[in-house]
C-alpha cells in the first residue's frame, strides 16, 4: 500500500487547512485510515481515524470540534479538515492505513511520508 499525503502549508492562527490522502497498491476498503501528526521533540500522537465505509470515526479528545476526518472510497483518498488552527497544531501530519482501528502509531504498518503544517501566530 502507497500513501500520498499532501496538503499542509503555512497558515495563520485562526485559518484553516484541508490534508489528502491518496492511497494506491491495495483495496482502499480494505483499511482503517487514520491521520496522525509529530510536532519537533515530540511523540506521534493519533489525531483522528474513520472505518472503512466511513460510517464510524475515532477522534482524540483534545482535538475534537476542531478537525474532521472523511473518506471517498470512489477516489481512494482520505481528508482531514482542519479548522481554527493554533500554533500547537504545528507539526508533521501523517495518514497511515490498518485494518482495524488502533490509535497506536505502532501498531500500523502503512504511512505516508508526512506533511507540515505550520500555524503562525
Known amino acids: 500500500v502507497q500513501l500520498q499525503a499532501s496538503g499542509g502549508g503555512l497558515v495563520q492562527a485562526g485559518y484553516s487547512l484541508r490534508l489528502s490522502c491518496a492511497v494506491s497498491?491495495?483495496?482502499?476498503?480494505?483499511?482503517?485510515m487514520a491521520w496522525f501528526r509529530q510536532a519537533p521533540g515530540k511523540e506521534r500522537e493519533f489525531v483522528e481515524a474513520?472505518?472503512?465505509?466511513?460510517?464510524?470515526?475515532y477522534v482524540s479528545d483534545s482535538l475534537k470540534g476542531r478537525f474532521t476526518i472523511s473518506r471517498d472510497n470512489a477516489k481512494n483518498t482520505v481528508y482531514l479538515q482542519m479548522n481554527r488552527l493554533k500554533p500547537e497544531d504545528t507539526a508533521l501530519y501523517y495518514c497511515?492505513?490498518?485494518?482495524?482501528?488502533?490509535?497506536?502509531?505502532?501498531?500500523?504498518?502503512?504511512w505516508g511520508q508526512g506533511t507540515l503544517v505550520t500555524v503562525s501566530s
Open positions: 474513520i472505518s472503512q465505509s466511513g460510517g464510524t470515526t
Open positions: 497511515a492505513a490498518r485494518y482495524e482501528f488502533s490509535n497506536a502509531p505502532n501498531d500500523y504498518t502503512y
Open positions: 497498491g491495495r483495496t482502499f476498503t480494505n483499511y482503517i
